[in-house]
């Protein structure tokens, strides 16, 4: 086994983690809508943009990863879904 791939589960527990880290700035930012109006509403808006388009490039990153794996059990499909749902 070489060192990439004895490190790929590795990679894949940080690229987990970083999207449950995203998916709760999102939903601090939510919170923090209700409270605010004008330039700041439009800013946070912003920033919950920039923060989904950052965990769909992990959550494609996971993806992919999980693919080169061979895992094709629809469980990984379901762990991104459940990221993805903090429309």
Avoid at 31 to 45: A, Q, S, T, Y
Avoid at 47 to 62: M, N, P, S, V
């Amino acid at each position: 086994m070489s060192q990439a791939q004895a490190s790929h589960p590795q990679v894949m527990d940080a690229t987990e983690a970083s999207l449950s880290m995203i998916r709760s700035a999102i939903e601090d930012r939510k919170v923090l809508l209700k409270e605010k109006r004008g330039k700041e509403f439009d800013e946070i808006c912003a920033e919950i943009q920039q923060l989904k388009w950052q965990q769909t490039r992990l959550a494609g990153a996971l993806w992919q990863g999980q693919c080169q794996d061979g895992g094709e059990d629809g469980h990984m499909e379901m762990q991104l879904k459940g990221w993805m749902s903090t429309s």
